[in-house]
C-alpha cells in the first residue's frame, strides 16, 4: 500500500545557494530524464556501475513509483529557476529478506556536487528511514567513488570488498540525534532533523 509522501522543505547549502527537497512522485520522469543528461560519463557511471547512455522507461518508472516506506526517494531542486531542475536524488530501497536493512544510494549533478548536497540528501534519507524502521544502509560503491564512500564514513561503516571488486558498505543508522557525531555531517544531519520534524 502507498503511503501519503511527506511533506517537501526549503534548505541552504554551504554556499547558501537555495535548494527545495521533496519527495519524488510518479509524473518526474520527465524530471530525473533530463537530470541524467547532466550528469557526467564518469557520474553516470558511479551511480549506475556500467556505461549508461539515457534512462529506459522501465528504468524510470522504476525510480519513480514508489511507496514512501519500502522504496523512498528525495529530490533536490532549484527554487530559483523556473523549471526548477533536478539537482540531486537520494533513495533507499528496503531489502525484502531483511527487513530492517536497505540498499542506499545518493546521486548529484556535476554542477553541484562539493557544495553539501549530497550530505543533505543523506541525510534527509536516514531520517526517512529511520522512521521508517530501516537500522541498517547497505551500498555498493566503486573503489574510486572516493565522494560516495567519504559520505557514508559520515555514519560510521563496515567495509567489505566482494568477488567483483566492489566495495560494500554497511552503515548502522543513528537512532537519535544524540548518536550523531560532531562532524560536519553529523551538524547537518540535525538540522535536516529539525527540518523535517517542523
Do not use: C
Not at 12 to 25: C, G, N, Q, S
Not at 64 to 77: E, F, G, K, N, P
Not at 122 to 132: H, K
Not at 168 to 195: C, H, I, N, W, Y
Amino acid at each position: 500500500m502507498r503511503e501519503p509522501p511527506p511533506a517537501p522543505f526549503h534548505a541552504t547549502l554551504r554556499d547558501r545557494t537555495p535548494v527545495l527537497i521533496r519527495p519524488v512522485a510518479p509524473e518526474d520522469k520527465p524530471l530525473l530524464r533530463e537530470a541524467f543528461t547532466r550528469l557526467s560519463d564518469a557520474s553516470r557511471y558511479q551511480r549506475f556501475m556500467r556505461t549508461i547512455r539515457e534512462l529506459s522507461e522501465e528504468e524510470l518508472d522504476y525510480l519513480t513509483r514508489i511507496d514512501y516506506t519500502t522504496h523512498m526517494a528525495w529530490v533536490a531542486l532549484d527554487p530559483s529557476n523556473r523549471t526548477h531542475p533536478g539537482l540531486g536524488v537520494a533513495r533507499y530501497v528496503r531489502l525484502p529478506h531483511e527487513p530492517t536493512v536497505a540498499e542506499v544510494a545518493i546521486t548529484v549533478v556535476d554542477s553541484h556536487q562539493g557544495r553539501g548536497l549530497g550530505t543533505m540528501l543523506l541525510g534527509v534519507i536516514t531520517r526517512s528511514a529511520v522512521d521508517n524502521g530501516i537500522e541498517t544502509f547497505v551500498a555498493h560503491v566503486l573503489g574510486g567513488n572516493v565522494a560516495m564512500l567519504n559520505l557514508l564514513t559520515a555514519l560510521g561503516v563496515a567495509v567489505t570488498t566482494d568477488p567483483d571488486g566492489l566495495i560494500a558498505v554497511r552503515t548502522p543508522l543513528p537512532r537519535r540525534m544524540e548518536d550523531l557525531s560532531k562532524s560536519p555531517a553529523g551538524r547537518v544531519f540535525r538540522e535536516v532533523a529539525r527540518q523535517l520534524a517542523r
